[in-house]
């Protein structure tokens, strides 16, 4: 079958730094992907990789090994806006995007 | 660019009566169209997948004549939920893709819909 794993959740203290890993088993790969949802808000998109290798965007990156099928989201400099829920999603050969449950972010002062 | 919306951001009714719920790609054609339901703490769980002027194709265990799904235009599928029972609340989103990235889909704001 096919399955993502994350971490349901983390803490972390503003200023910091975070990673939030993502393991994933899914019939063909596509490209991976990093969604951010605010509580009661729909998902807006953060970053794509479908190459192995580190994808920088500001405080935001993420990396991707397809031979172990892993990817990472880094967030630096850690402000209270960010506490959300973090997703991960591969999209399979049918295209289509397989969900993980999300990694609640939980930012400290 | 790449917007979507969606209509009612929230709606109230009540048992037995359906709702309907529009998403409008703003400023670009959407080829396919993606239903998503989320319930208090889970994550995104896909309904039903749409292609302008095609039948929407259903994920097991969602009932098709209860949701019903068109997408009549490039810009505009709709998501009727009829006879709503309580258990239907939830938070319902819809995603396009077809803007300028093919693999990205954009998501609208999510219709929050309970049922009375």
């Known amino acids: 079958g096919q399955n993502i794993d994350q971490p349901t959740e983390m803490t972390a203290t503003e200023g910091a730094i975070v990673q939030i890993n993502c393991t994933y088993q899914t019939s063909g790969f596509n490209g991976l992907f990093w969604y951010q949802q605010h509580a009661g808000e729909a998902p807006t998109f953060l970053s794509y990789?479908?190459l192995d290798g580190l994808e920088e965007k500001g405080r935001f990156s993420s990396f991707l090994s397809r031979s172990k099928g892993y990817s990472y989201l880094l967030l630096k400099e850690l402000q209270m806006k960010d506490s959300a829920s973090y997703l991960c999603a591969v999209m399979d050969s049918n295209y289509q995007l397989i969900w993980g449950a999300g990694t609640k972010l939980i930012i400290k002062p | 660019g790449a917007v979507v919306s969606q209509h009612p951001s929230w709606v109230i009714c009540k048992s037995g009566t359906s709702v309907k719920i529009e998403c409008r790609s703003l400023d670009f054609q959407a080829t396919t169209m993606f239903w998503y339901r989320q319930f208090p703490k889970q994550s995104l769980m896909l309904m039903a997948t749409s292609n302008e002027g095609s039948k929407a194709t259903y994920e097991q265990g969602v009932e098709k004549d209860k949701f019903l799904i068109n997408h009549a235009s490039l810009t505009l599928s709709t998501l009727t939920v009829t006879s709503a029972h309580p258990e239907d609340s939830s938070f319902y989103i819809c995603?396009?893709?077809?803007?300028?990235?093919?693999?990205?889909?954009?998501f609208g704001p999510g219709t929050r819909l309970t049922v009375t």
């Open positions: 995603s396009a893709r077809g803007g300028r990235a093919d693999y990205e889909q954009y």
């Open positions: 990789n479908v």
